[in-house]
Antibody, heavy 126, light 110 residues
Framework: QVQLQESGPGLVKPSETLSLTCTVS????????WSWIRQPPGKGLEWIGY???????KYNTSLKSRVSISVGTSKKNFSLKLNSVTAADTAVYYC????????????????????WGLGTLVTVSS | SSELTQDPAVSVALGQTVRITCQGD??????ASWYQQKPGQAPVLVIY???NRPSGIPDRFSGSRSGNTASLTITGAQAEDEADYYC?????????????FGGGTKLTVL
């Protein structure tokens, strides 16, 4: 079955760029949306953004000026870049697959994150 | 962006029924999905779309919606159900096609 694995530096200095990759195994990246979600220590989940396998993206408006998500050339991974980080960006970062649901008229009725990676803790500190 | 509001904490006696709610304007247009998260683990999808459970999720978990409120019901709560629960849906406000999460509910099984 499809599995996701986040990878990247666990420590990033303030003002620098956080870069993470999510590797998709056991399945294809094609025909799905893929997302990044984060969770600061002791706090709730925050959606960061998502990307379709073709490359179209949507970001959380609160992070939009600093975030970029892209699909790898091999179409077996996708990446997150968050620039100008501060201590507030310290969090566990998860990648996840999105499935969405439509009624018989083709109107979307909702979406869900059905497969998640284990998450990776990124600490912003000098 | 729109918001989803959850009670911070709920408790239930072992074997009893508990309802966890999620309120928000986006839920008038979209169904919520629900996730269970235990300490140190990634969230797990437990309910999606109208009232569907992924493979492996016990049938004591169910979902419903009324107006702007979505509910996750656990019928006959077990000790292993003690966890944080999050709802999410599409964002129906300014961030069109965005996604929003509720703040989470900590469920304690007594």
């Amino acid at each position: 079955q499809v599995q996701l694995q986040e990878s990247g530096p666990g420590l990033v200095k303030p003002s620098e760029t956080l870069s993470l990759t999510c590797t998709v195994s056991g399945g294809s990246i094609i025909s799905h949306y893929w997302s990044w979600i984060r969770q600061p220590p002791g706090k709730g989940l925050e959606w960061i953004g998502y990307i379709y396998y073709s490359g179209s993206t949507k970001y959380n408006t609160s992070l939009k000026s600093r975030v970029s998500i892209s699909v790898g050339t091999s179409k077996k991974n996708f990446s997150l870049k968050l620039n100008s980080v501060t201590a507030a960006d310290t969090a566990v970062y998860y990648c996840a697959r999105i499935v969405d649901y439509y009624d018989y008229n083709g109107y979307e009725e909702g979406l869900a994150f059905d497969i998640w990676g284990l998450g990776t803790l990124v600490t912003v500190s000098s | 962006s729109s918001e989803l509001t959850q009670d911070p904490a709920v408790s239930v006696a072992l074997g009893q029924t508990v309802r966890i709610t999620c309120q928000g304007d986006s839920l008038r247009s979209y169904y919520a999905s629900w996730y269970q998260q235990k300490p140190g683990q990634a969230p797990v999808l437990v309910i999606y779309h109208k009232n569907n459970r992924p493979s492996g999720i016990p049938d004591r978990f169910s979902g419903s919606r009324s107006g702007n409120t979505a509910s996750l019901t656990i019928t006959g709560a077990q000790a292993e159900d003690e966890a944080d629960y999050y709802c999410n849906s599409r964002d129906s406000s300014g961030n069109h096609l965005g996604v929003v999460f509720g703040g989470g509910t900590k469920l304690t099984v007594l």
